[in-house]
């Protein structure tokens, strides 16, 4: 998979996010049209089970409306504007389903799905992705990514085939899982924060032949100091911005 695309990969952070409404359809759009080599999208459930793509835990910050997530249904949270907070010529954006994304993004890029249910880790997530990209059969583009462990674990079992990123939380709370959480189980990439990077870490996890995949690089001093220290993917803001610090940029 990762052979098909240049070293290190870009990845746009929710789409475009520092130009369009985040994880929405027209952020993933652009991010595609700025030459990004995949998108990183935060997936969650509905209450009637529907995977849908949202960041935080409740809708307040990214939509006109209020309240969790996890207590709207579909067509509640159809209702929602997703884009006008962001900006008025976005009115009209809805909280995209993951499927949608899937056709938005086509199937020659990178598709990092980080699985959030973090407020409701029981509640199915990880199998329900996991048969949406059997049903697409895109797993070929597909990287999976939480921060818990579990959420990993259910991807391992159910559709082995795609690579999955332990996230780490930065500083001393993330230590865990930089050093025995990911070295002991059983992961392709470490995505860790910029923050609690460094060579040696990119070092330790070569010689493991696994990838660093770091969030959230976004100026050229940041991208130019990852690239050196031979990072293999960095999700930023700004993919336009990025892919220029990275010399791939018009
Ligand atoms: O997976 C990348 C890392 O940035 C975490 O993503 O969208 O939860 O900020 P997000």
Known sequence: ??????????????????????????????????????????????????????????????????????????????????????????????????????????????????LTNYSTPRDGLAKKVCELVRKHNNQKQIIFSSFFASNLKIAEQTLPEAPRGLLATPGVLGLWARSFGFMFGNYQALHPHISSTSREQMQRAHRLQRRIHVWTANTPEEIHRLKDWGVDGIFSDDPAAALRALGRGG
């Open 1 to 114: 998979m990762f052979e098909n695309f240049p070293h290190p990969i870009l990845l746009a952070h929710r789409g475009d996010l520092a130009h369009a409404p985040e994880n929405t359809l027209p952020s993933f759009t652009q991010a595609i049209q700025k030459g990004a080599d995949g998108v990183e999208l935060d997936a969650k459930l509905t209450s009637d089970g529907h995977v849908i793509v949202i960041h935080d835990s409740t809708v307040d910050r990214t939509t006109n409306g209020k309240g969790k997530v996890a207590s709207f249904s579909l067509d509640e949270i159809r209702k929602l504007d997703a884009g006008a907070w962001f900006d008025g010529k976005f009115a009209g954006t809805k909280v995209p389903l993951l499927e949608e994304v899937f056709e938005t993004v086509g199937r020659d890029k990178l598709i990092n799905i980080e």
